[in-house]
């Protein structure tokens, strides 16, 4: 199958947890910016053609900038039109930003929506992602839990969850173009608050087919995941 779709790459958050001066995605690893190396992986991966990348409202002209020369310095990306727009004060309204660019200029039918802090996605995990959305609509990259699960209240176990039944939601997170943005018009609609792609459209009742992601495929959250990478 020679599936084609375009990227979302949210990059527009203050990442408050990780308790870093700068938002995480500019935190520099080696001298390039941690959402650098994620729009590298997007851009080596051969089933993606068109990436929009949203960045903060605040600063976006310099931002836009600072990307822009990151990836002409070290990226050949000539085949691959790169888009940026500006985000909002949720990852909702981020991600509505980007798919509503996308609409306007791109042909494809499925996004592969990725957080720009998940630096260490493998390009078969996109391919798969890409893959599972065209044939099913929407398509959740998630791991298995290892641990088992707890659920608890006031510091006390309530109750062992079935770790056979519980995955870990990880991004890309793909979909049909058209199915995702009608499902985020819902959910603005009902003033519904979702914090990853895919709880939107189980919202709209959309089912979701899971690709099987990777430990590797870590968030960058706190700032212990940040003094690892040194
Ligand atoms: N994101 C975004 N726009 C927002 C909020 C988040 O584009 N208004 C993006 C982040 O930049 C990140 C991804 O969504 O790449 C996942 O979100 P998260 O890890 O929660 O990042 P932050 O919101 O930046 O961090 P925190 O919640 O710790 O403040
Ligand atoms: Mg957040």
Request: proline fraction near 2%.
């Amino acid at each position: 199958m020679d599936t084609k779709a375009d990227a979302l790459i949210v990059a527009a958050g203050k990442g408050e947890r990780s308790g870093l001066n700068i938002p995480k995605q500019f935190y520099e690893i080696k001298g390039k910016p941690v959402l650098f190396y994620t729009i590298e992986a997007f851009c080596r991966c051969s089933t993606i053609d068109n990436i929009v990348i949203v960045l903060p409202a605040e600063g976006f002209e310099h931002y836009s900038e600072y990307m822009q020369n990151v990836i002409s310095e070290q990226l050949n990306v000539s085949e691959k039109q790169i888009v940026y727009v500006a985000g909002g004060s949720t990852r909702m309204q981020s991600v509505y930003n980007g798919i509503v660019k996308l609409s306007q200029f791109s042909k494809n039918s499925v996004v592969c929506i990725h957080d720009g802090v998940r630096p260490f996605v493998a390009q078969e995990i996109i391919t798969a992602s890409a893959e599972c959305a065209t044939k099913y609509g929407a398509a959740l990259t998630a791991v298995q839990m290892t641990d088992t699960v707890k659920s608890v209240e006031n510091g006390i176990v309530t109750a062992t969850l079935d770790r056979n039944s519980i995955y870990a939601a990880q991004t890309p997170q793909a979909f049909n173009v058209a199915l995702i943005k009608s499902a985020y018009e819902k959910a603005f609609r009902s003033g519904m608050q979702f914090t990853d792609d895919c709880s939107v459209a189980e919202y709209s009742g959309i089912a979701v087919h899971i690709v099987k992601g990777s430990v590797k495929n870590k968030k960058l959250t706190l700032h212990e995941d940040f003094e690892e990478l040194l």
